[in-house]
């Protein structure tokens, strides 16, 4: 049972790790576009 807690263990880090690493190095910069819609307002006076 003690080796199954340390597997499920190893794994939640192993995991972590993983995940901090794409975090930090993998490629996550937005794609940019410009959008230009016109605004119609509408103000009585």
Known sequence: MVRLIKAVLF?????FV????YA??????PNRSEVVE???????R
């Open 24 to 29: 930090y190095l993998g490629d996550m910069t």
């Open 11 to 15: 794994l939640a880090l192993l995991g």
């Open 18 to 21: 993983g995940l901090a690493g």
């Open 38 to 44: 016109p605004v119609e307002l509408n103000v009585d």
